[in-house]
């Protein structure tokens, strides 16, 4: 007897949504095993989708090839999991191949059947030997004792039937909530898994720590497994086996985690809920956040057609001081629940707000004399101040003030990045650095100057600026940097983050990274020099980026209500900004994010933006800007007839702020639809189209195409 599965492998991105290849077999294939099939001249992984008895219409024998192997010994990816891929393909426009197998460690692909058997040998042993370890009968909590607001919240999340968000100040104790949650979860169920998503794991390696230091002694070394793009090939797939075959019982992970294998799966966390780097900025550009929401919702489903406790779920949970704006929207309309915990652990008070109106400052002053003399004199009393500046290098622009010149990419609209401290001019679009010319490259004046400043000059200035302040010990007052510059090499950011734990440094000087989820004990100080930039940029969410990172970063400021107090100090967040009346400081003076939310929400609904109207983006990548705007033009019109076509707003074709990167050009054609089944059932017909437009003579010299679904950024 012969069997046809349809496999999926991994296909370019557009060859269909829902395309698989039909191969022959002897053997009946559960769907979700993993095989090794044939496809042109090379042999490649595939899942087996289905497994009829009889060949699709019109395909004879002749015409398929047979499965070359089966990956024996790893059990099949379950329905569940299968559901989500198929998910995710559909909704972001992606083919099911290119999803499924991008969701699988790399290295699965380049294993034989006996490598891989010889690779679960080996992780079978260690389980066994760890096995003796752990006392999962112990059923004492492991931590502190919870707060009447963490307890509730906890109670809460642990009865709630919609998603939650767990709003909650920064410092109140979100992270203990996680790890109680996580510990019912997994003493509750032998077989239960949990999921933990963080925006960058590398960034806070301290809740790495905190979850290991918890669990690991519950339920032994090979509990607990990281999944992000940082590790290397062969942690990876040990990563996703131990979560495939159920070993692990915690995955904490990157946007990548959301689809890993996680049979057991009965609890995902998404910590930091509103940070973009949840979403995707390339391949399938997928929300880990929202894809997270929807396989709770599956997860939950299968649970309860199995039948069993008739009470079984898989939660989830978003958690954030500064919820997107989408989230709260949810909330507010009861499809999630939210559990608030405004109080910070230890009864601390969140920093207050100190606006440095730079209209009455020096000319040309990068730090405010106040800022800096207020800094001093908590270094002096042994406190700890952070300085956050969205821009590395030293000046974001090298200029001659004789002819003009600017040190602009060649190969992109951007201009390249001075630093200083190796004399390069880099650009951080396309990465083309060379060194700093001595005198101009167009008129030969010597005098070229920095225009605007970036973190290396802000620590050089701050250097000299705090130069005769000293510590308690009488030491001097030592100013650090952390970007993604000073953080290149591998251990330095760990190195980093451990002088700031110990306080050998006072100051801290960093881009965005510093603001994210540290607990530094001993910062009283944090100060956002540039916040202007957020509030008039042309992009509409940048208020809301702006008023979360400045909450974020304050956040940093007095979580140790008892060191402040001994102090007889009070946290601040310090602003410098040439707007001060703006509305958006006056609800961050409150730490008012329902208020803040309320107005951002009211302007996008007035402007039918979402969460109240649906976006997607079709976007081009040409030789020429003229190719890529055609071809978008070419899509709207060729989009004529098509089914809620008439439900569905097309915009003209325009070039990406950043239009040519790297020499291609780039731009986009905003999709607006007044729901999301419109948008979607538009997307659908359309596709066949987009790839039929790639042949059209005036896209010539088009390089790619890509949807961009719930786009982050317009
Ligand atoms: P968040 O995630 O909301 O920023 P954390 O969970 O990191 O807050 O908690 C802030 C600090 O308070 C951490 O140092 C944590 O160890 C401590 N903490 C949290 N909950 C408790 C508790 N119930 N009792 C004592 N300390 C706690
Ligand atoms: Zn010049
Ligand atoms: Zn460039």
């Known amino acids: 007897m012969a069997f046809w599965p349809s496999v999926v492998v991994a296909t370019p991105a557009h060859s269909g949504v829902g395309a698989s290849l039909t191969y022959r077999s002897e053997l009946s294939l559960t769907p979700g095993t993993l095989v090794r099939v044939p496809l042109g001249a090379r042999e490649v992984l595939g899942v087996v989708w289905e497994c009829p008895d009889e060949p699709p219409e019109g395909l004879t024998e002749a015409q398929t090839k047979a499965v070359a192997g089966v990956l024996e010994g790893l059990p099949p990816l379950n329905a569940r999991w299968r559901q989500l891929v198929r998910f995710a393909a559909q909704y972001y426009q992606r083919s099911l191949g290119e999803v499924a197998l991008a969701a699988l460690p790399p290295q699965l692909r380049d294993l034989n059947a006996v490598q891989l058997a010889r690779r679960l040998k080996k992780k079978e042993k260690q389980q066994a030997t760890r096995a003796v370890e752990p006392a999962p009968e112990d059923t004492t909590a492991a931590g502190p004792e919870l707060s009447d607001e963490q307890r509730e919240a906890l109670q809460a999340l642990e009865a709630a039937q919609a998603p939650v968000l767990l709003y909650g100040a920064t410092g109140s104790g979100k992270t203990e909530v996680y790890l109680q949650a996580t510990q019912h979860v997994l003493q509750a169920h032998a077989d239960a898994q949990v999921l933990v998503m963080v925006p960058e794991i590398n960034l806070t390696p301290q809740l790495e720590a905190r979850f290991r230091e918890r669990f690991e002694p519950l339920f032994g070394a090979g509990a607990l497994v990281c999944l992000h793009s ?6 990876r797939l040990n990563g996703w086996l131990a979560a495939h075959t159920g070993q692990a019982r915690i995955v904490l992970g990157t946007r990548m985690a959301v689809l890993a294998s996680l049979p057991g799966l009965r609890l995902i966390v998404v910590d930091e809920e509103h940070d973009p780097s949840y979403k995707s900025q390339e391949g399938a550009r997928y929300s880990a956040r929202d894809l997270a929401v929807y396989r709770a919702k599956v997860e939950t489903e299968a649970l309860a057609a199995e039948g069993g406790d008739p009470a079984a779920r898989c939660r989830v949970v978003l958690g954030s001081a500064t919820p997107s704006l989408e989230t709260w929207h949810a909330a507010e309309q009861g499809r999630y629940l939210r559990l608030a915990m405004p109080a910070r652990i230890g009864g601390g008070a969140l920093p207050r707000l100190r606006l440095v109106d730079m209209n009455n400052q020096p000319k040309g002053a990068v730090l405010a004399p106040p800022l800096v003399a207020a800094m001093a004199e908590r270094i002096a009393r042994g406190e700890q101040c952070m300085v956050l500046l969205n821009r590395r290098g030293y000046a974001p622009v090298l200029a001659c003030h004789d002819c003009g010149w600017k040190s602009a990419c060649p190969h992109c609209s951007a201009f390249r990045v001075f630093h200083k401290l190796d004399r390069t001019l880099r650009c951080h679009h396309c990465g083309f650095t060379e060194r700093v010319p001595r005198a101009c490259p167009e008129c030969g004046n010597l005098d070229i100057a920095p225009i605007g400043k970036g973190t290396e000059q802000v620590e050089e200035q701050l250097a000299g600026l705090l130069a005769d302040v000293k510590r308690p010990d009488g030491g001097p007052a030592r100013v650090a940097r952390m970007d993604a510059d000073s953080t290149r090499l591998k251990g330095s950011l760990e190195q980093q983050l451990a002088t700031m734990h110990s306080g050998e440094v006072d100051v801290l000087v960093g881009t965005q990274m510093i603001a994210k989820g540290h607990d530094f004990r001993r910062i009283t100080l944090v100060a956002g020099i540039n916040a202007d930039s957020g509030l008039f940029a042309s992009d509409y969410r940048a208020p809301e980026r702006l008023f979360a990172l400045l909450l974020q970063a304050g956040g940093r400021a007095g979580r140790d209500a008892a060191f402040v107090s001994s102090q007889g100090s009070q946290s601040e967040l310090w602003v410098q900004t040439w707007t001060p009346q703006h509305p958006l400081f006056a609800a961050l003076r409150q730490h008012d994010f329902p208020a803040f939310a309320a107005q951002q929400l ?26 890529a705007q055609a071809y978008l033009n070419a ?66 010299g088009l390089v790619r195409f890509a949807v961009d679904v719930d786009p982050l950024s317009i």
């Open 230 to 235: 940082g590790m290397t090939p062969a942690q």
């Open 602 to 627: 009211a302007e996008r609904e007035s402007a039918g933006m979402p969460p109240f109207g649906h976006q997607a983006l079709l976007r081009a990548d040409a030789k020429t800007q003229q190719a």
């Open 635 to 700: 899509a709207a019109q060729a989009a004529d007839g098509l089914p809620h076509r008439d439900e569905i707003t097309l915009y003209p074709a325009v070039p990406l702020t950043i239009q040519r990167v790297a020499n291609v050009e780039r731009a986009q054609l905003l999709v607006e639809a007044v729901s999301r089944g419109a948008l979607q059932r538009f997307l659908n017909a359309w596709q066949p189209v987009l790839l039929e437009c790639r042949s059209l003579p005036q896209a010539r």
